[in-house]
């Protein structure tokens, strides 16, 4: 299940997905990732730095797996740069600052483009 996740997510190493949590009751669907390395490439200058340390939990909203709502989350590294300081990475899911994935964002456009901004929302079962 962790394989099948890593790739609808669209994961690259060294991320990975520590696990998968289905509720039924709720019909919704958790996935948690982390990054296993112990150094990451600046953003800024593309060197390798250290992870100083990690942010609180963040989530995500995903495509839905065959009806439940399916949500990411993940404690995102910060990184600390000799040139540019102390700052979060980016993840390969998403947008930073964005509560969706971008898989999530794309289909959301798409069903914006077709029908009405409440339609939209009612399909995608978001406020």
Not at 86 to 96: E, F, T, Y
Request: net charge neutral; charged share 20%.
């Amino acid at each position: 299940m962790k394989e099948l996740y890593y790739y609808l997510i669209g994961l690259i190493e060294p991320w990975t997905v520590d696990d998968v949590q289905f509720q039924v009751k709720s019909q919704q669907v958790d996935i948690w990732v982390s990054y296993k390395s112990s150094t990451c490439l600046c953003d800024g200058c593309k060197e390798p730095c250290p992870i100083y340390d990690h942010v609180n939990e963040r989530t995500w909203r995903h495509l839905d797996s065959c009806g439940y709502k399916t949500f990411v989350h993940a404690k995102i590294p910060r990184i600390k740069c000799s040139l540019h300081g102390i700052h979060q990475i980016d993840v390969p899911w998403a947008q930073a600052h964005s509560r969706f994935t971008l898989m999530f964002q794309q289909l959301a456009i798409d069903i914006l483009n077709q029908c009405t901004i409440s339609g939209a929302a009612k399909i995608l079962r978001i406020s």
